[in-house]
T-cell receptor, first 117, second 115 residues
Framework: GAGVSQSPRYKVAKRGQDVALRCDPISGHVSLFWYQQALGQGPEFLTYFQNEAQLDKSGLPSDRFFAERPEGSVSTLKIQRTQQEDSAVYLC???????????????FGPGTRLTVL | GDSVTQMEGPVTLSEEAFLTINCTYTATGYPSLFWYVQYPGEGLQLLLKATKADDKGSNKGFEATYRKETTSFHLEKGSVQVSDSAVYFCALSDPMKTSYDKVIFGPGTSLSVIP
């Protein structure tokens, strides 16, 4: 069916507000990734889910960042007490996970552009 | 850790010109290499990939060859079109190291093609 969708597409927050960013992966995709893309930079890994299990959160920049995928499909990235340095595009990607394959292609959503004032 | 370096932009070319965007990588393992493209207003898309040394990835007239000896994966196209204007990201992934496909991206190179 449809590709990866993200909402909202744009979010403006005042410094100190909490925000929640949603990702709807491609149906049946086991793997889900979040990336942060600062202006003029390449995406940087934040966290990885395999089904509902968060297997790697090493890229989350601080404990203000929290991600969940409770039923192994939709995922939410939450940022508490937003700061100006959190302004970026947040990308979600999903993929299958076929054992023994060198690479399972990641399909990216359009991203959520977060601006913190 | 693993990393990717690519030539800085922006790059401006005339239509039908030859394109090269240089990319080199640093990795302790044996990664797969990729070029992703981000067209204006669109999401990131995989353009081409190569999973082992001397492999050539190709798509839409673009090519890149996995050169292990020089740790490079330069992107080339013989004749660019206005529609190729986009940001191009070189990237790598080593699932043998992490057991999943974590992708490490370069900083991106912006390409503008003028008629």
């Amino acid at each position: 069916g449809a590709g990866v969708s993200q909402s909202p597409r744009y979010k403006v927050a005042k410094r100190g507000q909490d925000v929640a960013l949603r990702c709807d992966p491609i149906s049946g995709h086991v793997s889900l990734f979040w990336y942060q893309q600062a202006l003029g930079q390449g995406p940087e890994f934040l966290t990885y889910f395999q089904n509902e299990a968060q297997l790697d959160k090493s890229g989350l920049p601080s404990d203000r960042f929290f991600a969940e995928r409770p039923e192994g499909s939709v995922s939410t990235l939450k940022i508490q007490r937003t700061q100006q340095e959190d302004s970026a595009v947040y990308l979600c990607a999903s993929s299958t996970r076929l054992a023994g394959k060198r690479y399972n292609e990641q399909f990216f959503g359009p991203g959520t552009r977060l601006t913190v004032l | 850790g693993d990393s990717v370096t690519q030539m800085e932009g922006p790059v401006t070319l005339s239509e039908e010109a030859f394109l090269t965007i240089n990319c080199t990588y640093t990795a302790t393992g044996y990664p797969s290499l990729f070029w992703y493209v981000q067209y204006p207003g669109e999401g990131l898309q995989l353009l081409l990939k190569a999973t082992k040394a001397d492999d050539k990835g190709s798509n839409k007239g673009f090519e890149a060859t996995y050169r292990k000896e020089t740790t490079s994966f330069h992107l080339e196209k013989g004749s660019v079109q206005v529609s190729d204007s986009a940001v191009y990201f070189c990237a790598l992934s080593d699932p043998m190291k992490t057991s999943y496909d974590k992708v490490i991206f370069g900083p991106g190179t912006s390409l503008s093609v003028i008629p």
